[in-house]
């Protein structure tokens, strides 16, 4: 089955600064990518998503993922943090061919004013 | 266009008693799935249903189970209810593979 890791439980970064969440993937066959985020006491909010094309996406709210094939990477970043990011970040896999999404274990983003 | 929604918000339940939780998809969509979320431990696999059938299950005990209506909205059960069951139950629904979820809000189970 797919997998996912996130590696780190939690990222702290500045008000303004660059920020990076990264995630690694597992699966058998072409991977569909996919970044959620989490507020408070609420359901996952689609951030954006990788099926094909270039391997640069762009999503809501200034967010970007990089889709890395040799590194099975997926990494989500954007240029300058704002306060209102800090949430919880998931990474998620899904194999078409069973059509479920594996999520990873999720990455607190902290951003200091 | 009306989201995922999920019945109830809370609830509160006693150790060995079974929880029932509904789920409504968007419109359109016919697959629904369900999440686990507890404490610490992220998102984890519980079932997929589309078109009435139970496509996939992950890693959980028999007591975990469910259903989908033919108009698609679900139901998941919980039987024999733990403390460990206690949770944020999610629900999504899709339209298809190459389509992200749409999430609902979920139901808080707590178990006392």
């Known amino acids: 089955a797919q997998s996912v890791a996130q590696p780190e439980d939690q990222v702290n970064v500045a008000e303004g600064n660059p920020l990076t969440v990264k995630c690694t993937y597992s699966v058998s066959g072409n991977p569909y990518l996919f970044w959620y985020v989490q507020y408070p006491n609420r359901g996952l909010q689609f951030l954006l998503k990788y099926i094909t094309g270039d391997n640069l996406v762009k999503g809501s709210y200034g967010f970007e993922a990089e889709f890395n094939k040799s590194q099975t990477s997926f990494h989500l970043k954007k240029p300058s943090a704002l306060v209102s990011d800090s949430a919880l970040y998931f990474c998620a896999v899904r194999d078409p061919n069973n059509n479920d999404m594996r999520f990873g274990a999720g990455t607190r983003l902290t951003v200091k004013p | 266009e009306a989201g995922v929604t999920q019945s109830p918000t809370h609830l509160i339940k006693t150790r060995g008693q079974q929880a029932t939780l509904r789920c409504s998809p968007i419109s359109g969509h016919t697959s629904v799935y369900w999440y686990q979320q507890a404490l610490g431990l992220g998102l984890q696999f519980l079932l997929w249903y589309d078109e009435g059938e139970e496509r996939n299950r992950g890693n959980f005990p028999p007591r975990f189970s469910g259903r989908q209506f033919p108009n698609y909205s679900s139901e998941l059960n919980v039987n024999a209810l733990e403390l460990e069951d206690s949770a944020l139950y999610l629900c999504?629904?899709?339209?298809?593979?190459?389509?992200?979820?749409?999430f609902g809000s979920g139901t808080r189970l707590t178990v006392v």
């Open positions: 999504a629904s899709s339209f298809g593979a190459n389509y992200g979820y749409t």
